[in-house]
């Protein structure tokens, strides 16, 4: 009875195949079928057949049939795409027991049995779904994502006793595509699209980063606008180059993916500095750099005139993204505005240099009552003056003379403390120096603040320069 029994059992497992074998064709690798060679995995299964064939033949009929239950509670498997799992079913008593595995009401599996029909080996079913021996458990290897589904485990008796289990197969995400519109090579003020294909299981998640010069950062809402795998970003600027990032995960892992993008535009102009001092037949080279994407030309000018490349009175040397012209003055009518521009497909852009015979006064800086300051004459320095107006009341301009230090290099270091000399108070202050040519421009103002020593005990000395400092810095800003 238990033989004819088995034998049903055996049709319905080949039936169910062999219906499953037509319905799932269409998304199967047939590269599979070829590979697998039936023979050998007949032989290595062969054991296994024997041993349980061996144990159901005695043992089952003479022993009394008593209803066997199972002991395991439905659960909820997750495995990941590749791994093993195994799904257990333990019955008690166990001897003689004949479990079936259904899966989505319909696939059979029974015993250590192997479908006969070739052509299911293209499923793997015979090579990844086994009974292990001595159990009535379902083991499932290298799982695939089509073997998510309910699995039934059935006991084969009178009164027939079953869980379900529902297996859930979770795929690591995978970067299928990831793409820039326009090949990444994007025009500064239009738009472009990042769009990142990932498969995975749950559907992964996506964070979109760049590298920026300050590191990798992770573009947020204000950066653009996000969908599930796309970003969108409008109005693109020089600073949107940059190699972009799509990291997927999941949960069960991660993977990314990287994307160059060139944002392409005018020409950006920066000079190194926009007045530089020099005398009658001091040589001066002033030094231009642009930031470009296309390459663009560079073209100087002076007072508006362009200068051509064969000029005799200028040098104008020029390598990759950097331009200096040099310049030796013969007469006043050589001191004046020197232009550099670039030009590309895309515009121009320039920035000024005025070269002159007056002092260039750089680097105020203000420390508690100290003001410190260079000069850049190659004329002999004559007057250095300060000039302090008291901002708490209506005040006015007040000139201090300073006196000239030694100076080295045509450079002169000054440093002058307001000690003393003044009421506390808050003072702007500016700084301006005549050399035998002319006075120059007056600095940008910067700001002090004068405490008197004998009132010193409620203000520390630190945190006057730190607000000074900071006064100072708001000013430049
Ligand atoms: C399986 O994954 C789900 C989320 O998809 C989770 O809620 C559940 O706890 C997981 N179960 C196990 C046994 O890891
Ligand atoms: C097995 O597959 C071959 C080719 O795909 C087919 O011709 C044959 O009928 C199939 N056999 C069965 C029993 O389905
Ligand atoms: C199965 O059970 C038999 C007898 O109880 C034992 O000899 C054999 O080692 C067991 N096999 C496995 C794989 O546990
Ligand atoms: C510099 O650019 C300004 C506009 O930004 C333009 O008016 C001027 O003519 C340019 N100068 C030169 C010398 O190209
Ligand atoms: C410009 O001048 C600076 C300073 O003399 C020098 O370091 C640089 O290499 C020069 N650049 C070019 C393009 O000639």
Known sequence: ?????????????????????????????????????????????????????????????????????????????????????????????????????????????????????????????????????????????????????????????????????????????????????????????????????????????????????????????????????????????????????????????????????TVKGKPRVHVHKTVVNSAINVEAVLQCAVHDEPTSHIRWYKDGQHIKESSTEFSISTRGQHSNLTVTPDDDQDFGTFTCEAENEFGSHNRSIDLVQSPVVEHLQVDGPRLSWTIHSHQPVEQIEIQLKDMTGEGEWRTLSVPVPQGRNHEYDVVYTLDDQLQSGKYEATVKVKNDKSWSAHTDSAFVEIVYRDSAHSITSSSLVLAASIMYLLVRM
């Open 1 to 261: 009875m238990e033989l004819k029994r088995l034998s049903i059992c055996m049709a319905l497992f080949l039936l169910a195949y062999i219906a499953q074998c037509s319905e799932a064709r269409h998304s199967r690798d047939r590269r599979e079928v070829d590979d697998v060679h039936y023979e050998d995995v007949l032989a290595d299964e062969a054991t296994d057949d024997e041993a349980q064939n061996d144990a159901e033949g005695n043992d089952a009929d003479e022993e009394e049939e008593t209803d066997a239950i199972i002991l395991t509670q439905p659960t909820n498997y997750n495995a990941t795409l590749g791994k093993d799992i195994r799904l257990e079913c333990k019955v008690s008593p166990a001897d003689g027991v004949v479990v079936q595995w259904t899966r989505n009401d319909g696939k059979f599996f029974i015993g250590t049995q192997k479908p006969l029909d070739q052509n299911l080996t293209s499923y793997g079913i015979e090579n990844r779904f086994s009974i292990p021996a001595n159990s009535t458990d379902l083991l499932i290897k290298d799982v695939k994502l089509y073997d998510s589904g309910a699995y039934k485990c059935d006991i084969l008796q009178m009164n027939r006793a079953n869980i379900e289990h529902t297996l859930v197969i979770f795929e690591p995400p995978k970067i299928i595509r990831f793409t820039a519109s326009d090949d990444g090579q994007i025009v500064e003020g239009s738009d472009f699209l990042l769009t990142c294909e990932v498969s995975g299981s749950p559907p992964p998640q996506i964070v979109w980063s760049r590298d920026g010069e300050n590191g990798n950062k992770r573009l947020a809402e204000k950066d653009g606008e996000f969908t599930v795998n796309s970003v969108f970003i409008k109005n693109v600027r020089r600073e949107h180059s940059g190699k972009y990032y799509c990291y997927a995960f999941n949960g069960v892992g991660s993977n990314q993916a990287e994307v160059y993008i």
